[in-house]
């Protein structure tokens, strides 16, 4: 199932060339149907383009969601290997957060040609993924973007967001990725605490926050189930209406696998049109975009 790539900065002063969201639209554009930006999972040291990206847009594709698979600035595998960012920048917080705004912005402006609906367009991430898609909610009153000049007419907010097993905590050790932190916040002195607890989603619900829906599994090797907890506590005691479900078993990076996980997990996807179904009922469309 083919994919038509667009690079979300060209024509910017951002020198970010390698950022792309690669469109996944169902053949059907004379309708005004949901969009969802998908941020693959990878520590923000690098990207799962495959269970977490690619499988992600052909399967919301199929089910008549447009699908955009953002392919964002991460750290990258040298990063990860050595402490070089103690020198130079490399790829670090805001990036990330920045990709992923603009990338809204984008698919706002175009929604039409692609048969969108402008107030329909949500966020889906695993993992590292999942806690950038979150940061997009939380902290959408902050526009990334206006240092850039890239004055915006649309909302960079999502209108939902889908977290699938993600990285939630930076602020409690006891469950806190430290190769996501790493990631992120590059290498000493960025481990401040100030920097630690303004990225953990937990300490940052607005009354504002949009519509959640969540999923991890218990026995989940690589981020602690208690990730997803936490973010379920804060969102319930600020009222946001949310779905929250927790397996048993499969593990962690299944994705849109048919493969990996288990078919316990492999639940999630029925689990989350259900969801957007019935959320989708309770937004019915508008003319204009919200503001």
Known sequence: MNAESFRIWEGTNTGARS?????????????????????????????????????????LKANGIAAFVLHYRVAGIFAY????????????????????????QFVRERAE???????RVGVMGFSAGGHLAAMSALYGNTNFLNLLALPSTVDIRPNFVASIYPVVT???????????????LGELPQYQ???QDSLS??????????????????NDPIVKYQNSELLDSAL???????????YETGGHGFGAS?????????????????WLRAWENEHPHKKETVR
């Not at 996944?24 to 969802?36: C, G, K, V, W």
């Not at 040609?113 to 107030?119: A, E, F, L, R, Y």
């Not at 989603?201 to 218990?218: D, G, R, W, Y």
């Open 236 to 246: 319930t005691a600020q009222g946001i209406p949310h779905k929250y479900i927790q």
């Open 193 to 195: 605490v100030r920097m």
């Open 170 to 184: 930076f602020h409690d050790k006891r469950y806190a990725h430290k190769r996501s932190r790493k990631g992120l």
């Open 19 to 59: 950022v792309i969201i690669k469109a996944y639209i169902p053949e059907d554009i004379n309708q005004q149907r949901t969009a969802i930006i998908v941020c693959p999972g990878g520590s923000y040291h690098w990207l799962d383009k495959n269970n977490e990206g690619r499988k992600v847009g052909e399967w």
């Open 201 to 218: 989603l937990e300490l940052h619900i607005p009354a504002s926050c949009p519509a959640f829906f969540i999923v991890n599994c218990k």
């Open 81 to 104: 290997l050595s402490h070089y960012r103690v020198l130079w920048r490399g790829n670090r917080h805001p990036d990330m957060i920045r990709d992923l705004q603009r990338s809204i």
């Open 113 to 119: 040609g692609w048969g969108i609906d402008p107030n």
């Open 258 to 274: 048919d493969e990996k996980g288990t078919p316990e997990a492999r639940q999630w996807r029925n689990e989350f049109i259900q």
